[in-house]
């Protein structure tokens, strides 16, 4: 079943506290992104990626890191998170970069708290 | 980047009306989609329409690329349609980029 898994679904931390959002496509597909979700903002991109060791910022890159080493993963890592990213985040991932023939598929999501 | 304006924000409607969800955007763009968010979160991509027009079933998408936007019908609404609705657009000069607008939340009662 082609799918995109993050996990956790659900996490809680404290401010400082190093956490990584792992995202896993089973569809090698090359285009993968992060997107963060607050109320009444809709979707934001953090980073994308185009394929393996290519990365670039979205509209809100600030605090997060990404990785691409592999075509599968693209973790999410948030080195000193802060309560202003508490959000709901989605991973997605496509074929190509997104068009009429690169249908993106999303992640169930992660909920982070930070306190 | 690239501003995107949806319209309303909010709408309520009974079973079986139509309804007509807007999309703005503030510059030329070569990708535009309309997504679902269903009330458990899960988000699906329903149309790839960056000009033209296309249906799918009771829903129908047309965008006016010239005058920047587009518009998403929904006819004979059901509660499972039901969720916020989505409108990203993009263009080629920074491939994979896509802003989102606010969303529109849809509640379809019975």
């Known amino acids: 079943e082609a799918q995109v898994t993050q996990n956790p679904r659900y996490l809680i931390t404290v401010t400082g506290k190093k956490l990584t959002v792992t995202c896993s496509q089973n569809?090698?597909?090359?285009?993968m992104s992060w997107y963060r979700q607050d109320p009444g903002l809709g979707l934001r991109q953090i980073y994308y990626?185009?394929?393996?060791?290519?990365?670039d910022k979205g509209d809100v890159p600030e605090g997060y890191k990404v990785s691409r080493k592999e075509k599968r993963n693209f973790p999410l890592i948030l080195e000193s998170p802060s309560p202003n990213q508490t959000s709901l985040y989605f991973c997605?991932?496509?074929?190509?970069?997104?068009?009429?023939?690169?249908?993106?598929?999303f992640g169930a999501g992660t909920r982070l708290s930070v306190l | 980047g690239i501003q995107v304006e949806q319209s309303p924000p909010d709408l309520i409607l009974q079973e079986g009306a139509n309804s007509t969800l807007r999309c703005n955007f503030s510059?030329?763009?070569?990708?535009l989609q309309w997504f679902h968010q269903n009330p458990w979160g899960q988000l699906i991509n329903l149309f790839y329409?960056?000009?033209g027009t296309k249906q799918n079933g009771r829903l129908s998408a047309t965008t006016v690329a010239t005058e920047r936007y587009s518009l998403l019908y929904i006819s004979s609404s059901q509660t499972t349609d039901s969720g916020v609705y989505f409108c990203?657009?993009?263009?080629?000069?920074?491939?994979?980029?896509?802003?989102f607008g606010r969303g529109t939340q849809l509640t379809v009662w019975p």
């Open positions: 990626s185009m394929n393996v060791e290519v990365t």
């Open positions: 569809m090698n597909h090359e285009y």
């Open positions: 997605a991932s496509s074929l190509g970069r997104p068009s009429a023939k690169n249908i993106q598929y």
């Open positions: 329409i960056p000009s």
């Open positions: 510059d030329s763009v070569n990708n």
């Open positions: 990203a657009v993009g263009r080629g000069s920074t491939l994979g980029r896509l802003y």
